[in-house]
């Protein structure tokens, strides 16, 4: 007995260090546990090793000793997979198509950098020649097509406003910021501040820049994650900067004063 003691001691001590050094690291909470976890069934294997040999058992009781310990062996294997983080290969494929599903229109129809640029000077010259047409007193025709009249054209300011909200959200999803970041009372796991008032605190610029380049920008408080480099620096090379502009568009729009979001400090 006292052997077993020992070593249920020396298990528990073992596995109170792997808790220690995976929660030093900064593992996720379960396999904190998982590491614990085997360091006691490793205990109990030692436990077992040194107990008296069983009487060998032959015959029916044989074949119903192996199947329940087979049963036993799927239960406790299937209870443990499910409590592991599942995935779903069709929301992975699904986000996947989100993202690529831009670049081949990028492809097919040109940069959106490309066309906004066009429209853009397009809209300039739309307005200089209202402006000429007015100034040779032809002001009537172009009042009529601002009023919304004959010939005035769609107005896409809202849709186009509504759109990029749109894409801004579906970017916060593609790029799994809610790992790192609570919004609206979702995600997070203390690796980054929560962003609910952001919009009060950083332009689309500022945010832009911090997705961009993670050191431009560091949260008040979270001093520790910033030299660690917990934010990635992948995003300039795996977003477009209209999809980066989107999401930033889309974040400045928080600005729910009763969530106490980190005071962000330019260091850059």
């Known amino acids: 007995m006292g052997n077993v003691i020992k070593k249920l ?16 690291l900064e593992f996720p909470t ?14 109990v294997v030692f436990i077992i090793l040194d107990l008296p040999s069983l009487k060998p058992v032959g015959g029916v009781k044989a074949v119903g000793a192996l199947v329940v310990f087979y049963i036993v ?23 996947i198509e989100k993202i690529l599903k831009p670049k ?9 950098e490309e066309l906004i640029a066009r429209a853009k000077a397009l809209d300039e ?6 402006a000429r047409i007015k100034a040779l007193g032809g002001d009537q025709a172009p009042a009529a097509q601002a009023a919304g009249g004959p010939g005035a054209p ?27 970041h609570k919004l609206r009372g979702e995600g997070g796991k203390k690796r980054g501040p929560e962003l609910d008032n952001i919009g009060n605190l950083l332009t689309v610029d500022d945010i832009k820049q911090k997705i961009l380049d993670p050191k431009s920008w560091m949260a008040e ?24 502009v989107a999401l930033a568009t889309w974040l400045v729009t928080f600005k729910n004063t009763s969530v106490n979001t980190p005071k962000p400090i330019k260091k850059k």
Do not use: H
């Open 73 to 95: 062996l799927c239960v406790v294997y299937i209870a443990g997979a499910s409590l592991w983080p599942q995935y779903d290969p069709e929301d992975e494929k699904g986000k």
């Open 30 to 43: 379960v396999f904190q546990w998982m590491f614990f976890a085997y360091a006691l069934l490793g205990t």
């Open 154 to 180: 769609p107005s896409t300011t809202g849709a186009a406003s509504g759109d990029l909200l749109k894409v801004g959200e579906d970017q916060w999803q593609l790029q799994e910021c809610y790992n790192c």
């Open 125 to 130: 010259q739309a307005k200089a020649l209202a």
């Open 221 to 244: 408080g979270f001093e520790k994650e910033y030299e660690k480099g917990k934010m990635p620096d992948k995003y300039k090379d795996l977003m477009e900067e209209s999809d980066v």
């Open 104 to 112: 081949r229109a990028a492809t097919e129809q040109g940069k959106a």
């Open 9 to 24: 001691v020396v298990g528990l001590i073992v596995g109170a260090v792997l808790l220690g050094i995976t929660k030093a």
